[in-house]
């Protein structure tokens, strides 16, 4: 049997991989791509302490996070197509008209 | 070394894959497609943890409609590929250790609680759809009326981002 | 050696079943091609394929023979990745939903290890398969987006919007089923409708018509077919999001079109016509004739027309087939026992071909729909309709349970 360690370590890496693409990517559609790895990565926790615990709570709770992520994309996609149109660019550097 | 050590290590290897792919590719769909390849081997894990539903649930709804979603997206803002920028020095000199320390903090953290987390996962049985559905209708059911109204508020919020203007 | 079976009969069983499943459902594509250019024909008043081999029966092999030898050029500045993907992604899932289709009742041991009919038995089968077609959209869009011209992108997007839309109301229609049967796993809902053994009557069928229509317009928007075809019809976008593809990666298309047309009619007459379960009573034994009963009859036409056909290989060749189908139709009225295993696929193929057959029957007859014509038809009408379709059938079953 696998060890619950294991899972809860491939989780932190997958958020970590997730932090370093949103830290170091310039396209704001990587950067929200890199919000859903994180999503993710959470979601596996959620599920390896649920079977752990012998509850299904956890699984229950790992649903509600995959709606509310795919309401939050859709939202957000919308969003950042009209700013695209606006701007012309998806490059999130761009952005800078309050900079001093 | 059984099976299904040996099946968590090769999905665990094809998520950590796809996610660091998703970090070195320069085009975004090639990023949104490694995406995808880490959504489908999560499902594979939760399979192996023993939630079908969940599992399933992953793929139809992460897989199938999110991801489809931002593959559009990209299609239609095509925007090709990323331009090459040097990194400011401070991301490197203090940005990289800070990082290690992080990483370090948290595999500390997990590694000095694994002795009081149950021992090992997945005796074989799997989560039925019925007790999952008894929960959310019954311990749940303010969330789950939540989340629909959730999904309302989305649907009125997109068509009206999507509306042209007159 | 039989050590060795024994051990690894888990890996051994399911990849011989696997094996023989691509074989025959490959060669049921094949002529379910042939059978689709003939069926038209005749529907268009002319005779179809006719010169190859005997009726044309080896027209799908010269096919087969053209797409391995035809030049294979790839677009300017198509995205590699993208373009050598999407035909994989699509045979590969087209194939894949095959996996966990049931075919038959019976459960057989082999080298020590207990299997169904059918290559893996999960307790969620119906949800893979809407994982697979959900799944399925992308094999298209990357096929139109890597195609690097604006056709074929068009046409990609296209697809993939009238893909997902009527994705929506082909999940819908099916939960009426899910509430009568009380399982998402397609062997039981087939065992949950043949509980009295009454045959035809107690088929979900009856009660979830208004679903089953939804179902089979829902998935015939899904696989792309007539009459929603618009985004890869001819005369349109000339061929939609599959215009740079040749060959080999065209024939790998073609075949996954053909092989989801085969699932969605397996899984219709599954969910609704009672999948393995013969439409006689069980009381009804004689009816177990009735596979003999069609193939005899049918083996001694064809020895008939063969004899008398124009070229001598035909001469040869049909009355050949037609002596292997009289035979076998005898070997199952000799021997009662294989009689008994083949009732269940027997009636499951036969459903199935009936539904393949009002597939190219519609195809042969109807006119496209125009692109927005489709969604609003999608979206205003079946997606409201399937919707009302769940709710009446969970006021039936709770109206019932007082």
Same mark, same amino acid.
């Given at each position: 049997m696998v060890p619950t360690t294991y899972y809860i370590v491939l989780s932190a890496i997958l958020f970590g991989l997730g932090i370093v693409a949103f830290v170091f990517k310039r396209n704001i559609i990587t950067l929200f791509m890199a919000i859903e790895l994180m999503l993710n990565a959470v979601n596996l926790a959620f599920v390896a302490f649920s079977r752990a615990l012998g509850k299904p709570n956890g699984e229950v709770f790992v649903l509600f996070v995959i709606v509310v992520a795919a309401a939050e994309a859709a939202v957000g996609l919308g969003i950042i197509i009209l700013t695209a149109r606006n701007r012309r660019s998806l490059n999130v550097e761009r952005a800078n008209l309050l900079k001093l | 070394m059984t099976a299904s050590l040996v099946i968590f290590f090769v999905l665990a290897a094809l998520a950590v894959l796809g996610a660091v792919s998703l970090i070195l590719q320069r085009h975004p769909i090639h990023s949104a497609l490694s995406l995808i390849v880490v959504m489908v081997a999560l499902a594979g894990l939760y399979l192996l943890l023993g939630s079908e539903f969940v599992a399933a649930v992953q793929i139809i709804v992460y897989g199938g409609a999110i991801m489809v979603l931002f593959v559009f997206v990209i299609m239609l803002l095509n925007d090709g590929e990323e331009e090459r920028t040097n990194f400011s020095k401070l991301a490197t000199f203090a940005g990289i250790p800070l990082a290690v320390a992080i990483a370090g903090f948290i595999g500390a953290a997990i590694l000095s609680s694994s002795s009081t987390?149950?021992?090992?996962?997945?005796?074989?049985?799997l989560t039925s759809s019925k007790t999952l559905s008894m929960l959310i209708f019954t311990d749940f059911v303010y969330p789950f009326e939540l989340t629909s109204f959730l999904i309302l508020v989305a649907i009125l919020g997109a068509i009206v981002l999507a509306q042209r203007e007159n | 050696m039989n050590e060795f079976l024994t051990q690894y009969a888990f890996l051994i069983v399911p990849i011989i079943k696997i094996a023989l499943l691509v074989f025959v459902v490959l060669t049921v594509d094949a002529y379910l091609t042939w059978l689709e250019r003939k069926v038209i024909a005749h529907i268009q008043a002319r005779w179809g394929p006719h010169r190859v081999g005997p009726h044309g029966l080896l027209q799908p092999l010269a096919d087969g023979v053209k797409f391995i030898f035809k030049e294979d050029p790839i677009p300017a500045n198509a995205d590699k990745v993208a373009y050598f993907l999407a035909p994989f992604i699509t045979l590969m899932l087209a194939l894949t939903s095959l996996a966990v289709i049931p075919f038959g009742p019976q459960k057989f041991t082999l080298w020590g290890y207990e299997s169904t009919v059918g290559i893996a038995d999960v307790n969620i089968s119906l949800l893979v398969l809407f994982a697979i077609t959900a799944l399925g959209v992308y094999g298209i869009a990357l096929a139109g987006w890597g195609s690097n011209s604006k056709y074929s992108l068009l046409g990609g997007l296209r697809s993939s919007a009238q893909m997902i839309s009527y994705e929506l109301s082909l999940t819908l229609s099916v939960v009426g089923v899910l509430l009568i049967a009380g399982d998402f796993s397609l062997r039981n809902i087939v065992e949950q409708q043949g !509980? @009295? $053994?009454?045959? =035809? =009557? @107690?088929?979900n069928i009856f009660p979830q018509i208004v679903g089953f229509t939804c179902f089979f317009i829902s998935a015939i928007a899904e696989t792309n077919r007539? +009459? %929603?075809?618009l985004p890869e019809a001819e005369s349109e =976008?000339?061929?939609? %999001?599959? !215009?740079?593809y040749a060959s080999m990666k065209f024939a790998m298309f073609f075949i996954a079109e053909y092989t989801s047309m085969i699932s969605i009619s397996c899984l219709a007459t599954i969910l609704f %016509? $009672? $999948?393995?379960?013969? +439409?006689? +009573?069980?009381?009804? !034994? %004689? @009816?177990?004739y009735l596979p003999s009963l069609i193939l005899i009859p049918f083996g001694l036409w064809v020895i008939y027309d063969g004899i008398r056909y124009e070229n001598i290989f035909g001469r040869i060749l049909l009355p050949g087939v037609g002596t292997a189908f009289a035979g076998i139709g005898a070997a199952l009225l000799v021997f009662p026992t294989i009689n008994g295993l083949v009732q269940g696929p027997f009636w499951f193929f036969a459903k199935v071909f009936i539904f393949l057959f009002v597939y190219i029957w519609m195809r042969g007859t109807l006119p496209r729909f125009r692109y927005d014509q489709l969604m609003s038809f999608g979206w205003k009408f079946l997606l409201p309709v399937s919707i009302a379709n769940v709710v009446l059938t969970a006021t039936v079953i709770l109206w019932r349970m007082r």
């Open positions: - | 987390l149950p021992a090992a996962t997945a005796n074989g049985s | !509980t @009295t $053994g009454s045959g =035809l =009557l @107690t088929w007539i +009459p %929603f075809d =976008l000339v061929a939609g %999001f599959h !215009t740079e %016509f $009672g $999948g393995w379960l013969s +439409p006689f +009573p069980a009381a009804w !034994t %004689f @009816t177990h």
